[in-house]
């Protein structure tokens, strides 16, 4: 762990480093302490030019952003979580078992089919755009979640599929081979030993495709019209254009958006670097 | 890793079976493992994939492409749209693709420079290094689009904070969005204030799983602490960086949000890197046939790097699966 070893660090290095830490930490909160200090002042102070941390902080943006419009924003909300949850989920469950077929198995077809998912990292999704909107056309899937859901599943199962291959690399072929001779099944021993053990990977897995829903903008923009099926960044786009210049109304939506991500972000973070690197390395 | 096929073999049963049973029975859990996934990316994107392709080769726009009640009308028009990108003729190809390159460069440098700087800080036995590792992670779990609002709300040139700043200390304002350079860089600054978390948290990781007695050995031998990082560090890191870069490569290329969501690939143009302009000559535009072929193009591009990149870092006995 210690790049030091113990030794005790001279004095001024000790200021150069924490004073190194203390600028990038400030540079990596400073945006979002900007959104929530604009989200507590009223819509002139946000227009002004003039430098102040606070200026009659209130909540009253955060009240017209949930009960204005009738509710809009909060069916906004709605729909991205419920659309972020089950990419999540689906996509999760996806990658592991791919994941693990990879990990375990080689079977003809093994090296095209990661080199597939290697190359779906590299779509853009601008080529799939107008295919992607006839088929959910025909499917009668645009405008719903589950049309939102299967494409993201799309965007984050191949990046997930190969951390969890990694993941489960690093876990000891043994302790299978010892369950299956105590007469588990293949699956059991799969969703008994295996999964339990890559809780890390997992997480990061989740985190990922949860991030990959929730901060989709370019798909949803398409796929989704009428204001009632819009997710988050869809819809909060509209408070600021050449009309509009909400930017009270869009901090405090902010806010309240980044609230489950940093939520779920702390809950993966102590995670994030054993599930990573395990995986992240070495495809 | 597992070499052989299947990891755990069942005895061989006394009767001869034939090839196709054997085959079955040898393979059936990999296949039935990876059913699942590879139905949604062949419905997903291996289709309409080759449905983008096709479009490439026609004349499709928003008026001949076809709807519910209008049966499409576009025609096959060959590598038409493809030669006029690639001549120059439809004039944005090459300026936007140069600065593109540009544009993923200049990140993928910042995002690996100072992620990996910040790595060999945190890795350090260090008082508050949780908070640090916190804080630095921060911009990682802010949702993109809303870190590019903020920004964008910051860079404003009546009102931002920036300018706030500048006229505080009695200087001039900046309109900071409007002039093509300075929105360049600006964008180029949110993309690497988003991106530097993942390296950072890539390159500890790829710290930790270095073996310390190299270290102690070193010192013994008398290394200089520049000498260790130069033949123990960066050695050691090799592997991750070379997966991190390629992904951030990809990534970078393909990323959308920042500079649609900052200047719409605004003023003039200025800004838009492929993507952005692939997505206006889709969205503003409707000429989906020149979208579609803009993203085969990319694809290409990428494919063509990723493949020579892979070659490079093989030779550098990599481990790639």
Not at chain 1, 15 to 38: D, E, N
Not at chain 1, 143 to 161: E, K, R, S, W
Not at chain 1, 233 to 257: E, M, S
Not at chain 2, 192 to 208: I, K
């Amino acid at each position: 762990m210690t790049g030091a070893r113990g030794r005790k660090r001279p004095p001024h290095r000790s200021v150069l480093l924490h004073g190194a830490l203390l600028a990038a930490s400030a540079i990596a909160v400073l945006p979002v302490l900007w959104v929530l200090l604009t989200s507590l002042k009223p819509r002139s102070a946000t227009l002004s030019d003039h430098l102040e941390l606070f200026h009659n902080p209130s909540l009253a943006a955060y009240r017209e952003v949930l009960t204005g419009n009738d509710g809009l924003f909060l069916r906004w909300f709605l729909n991205s979580t419920v659309i972020a949850l089950l990419t999540t989920v689906i996509g999760v469950f996806l990658a592991a078992t791919g994941g693990y077929a990879f990990s375990r198995y080689r079977f003809p077809g093994y090296r095209p089919m990661l080199g597939g998912f290697l190359v779906t990292q590299m779509f853009p999704g601008i080529i799939l755009i107008v295919p992607l909107f006839n088929i959910l056309t025909n499917l009668r899937l645009v405008n719903t979640h589950i049309g939102l859901v299967v494409v993201y599943c799309t965007i984050a199962v191949p990046f997930c599929t190969m951390m969890l291959k990694g993941y489960f690399d690093t876990i000891p072929i043994e302790l299978e081979e010892a369950a299956r001779v105590d007469g588990l099944s293949p699956f059991g021993s799969f969703w008994r030993i295996v999964i339990p053990l890559s809780v890390p990977g997992i997480a990061v897995t989740a985190f990922y495709s949860f991030l990959t829903a929730w901060n989709e903008f370019l798909l949803a923009n398409i796929l989704m019209t009428g204001d009632a099926n819009k997710t988050l960044p869809v819809g909060i786009n509209g408070y600021v254009d050449q009309f509009r210049q909400d930017w009270d109304l869009l901090t405090a939506a902010a806010v309240l958006i980044m609230i489950p991500a940093l939520g779920f972000f702390y809950w993966a973070q102590r995670y994030l670097v054993t599930g990573l690197t395990a995986g992240g390395t070495k495809y | 890793m597992a070499a052989t096929a299947p990891a755990v073999e069942r005895v061989r049963p006394p009767w001869r079976e034939s090839r196709v049973r054997r085959f079955v029975r040898v393979h059936w859990y990999a296949y039935a493992m990876l059913v699942p996934v590879t139905v949604v990316m062949l419905v997903l994107v291996g289709y309409p994939l080759a449905r983008g392709v096709f479009l490439s080769l026609t004349d499709a726009d928003a008026r001949n492409v076809g709807n519910r009640f209008l049966p499409a009308s576009y025609q096959f028009v060959g590598l038409k749209n493809y030669t006029e990108l690639l001549t120059g003729r439809e004039g944005n190809f090459y300026p936007v693709l140069a600065r593109t390159v540009v544009w993923t460069g200049v990140n993928v440098l910042f995002h690996y420079a100072v992620g990996l700087g910040l790595a060999l800080m945190l890795h350090r036995s260090l008082r508050g290094r949780t908070v640090y590792r916190i804080l630095l992670l921060v911009p990682w779990a802010v949702p993109t689009y809303v870190a590019a609002f903020g920004w964008r709300y910051m860079f404003n040139g009546d009102y931002g904070l920036f300018n706030q700043v500048l006229q505080g200390l009695g200087m001039a304002p900046r309109a900071w969005l409007n002039g093509p350079v300075s929105a360049f860089v600006a964008v180029i600054m949110v993309n690497v204030w988003l991106g530097v978390p993942f390296m950072m948290v890539a390159m500890l990781g790829g710290l930790q799983s270095i073996n310390q007695d190299l270290y102690e050995a070193a010192e013994v031998d008398g290394a200089s602490p520049f000498q260790r990082f130069r033949h123990i560090t960066l050695p050691g890191l090799r592997s991750v960086s070379s997966t991190v870069i390629l992904l951030g490569t990809i990534w970078t290329f393909n990323m959308f949000n920042v500079i649609y969501l900052i200047t719409r690939g605004g003023p003039y143009n200025s800004t838009s890197i492929l993507v952005t302009h692939a997505y206006i000559k889709f969205f503003d535009q409707r000429d989906f046939a020149v979208s579609a072929t803009y993203g085969v193009l990319i694809l290409s591009l990428l494919l063509v790097f990723a493949t020579a990149y892979r070659r490079v870092t093989r030779s550098d006995k990599e481990v790639w699966a």
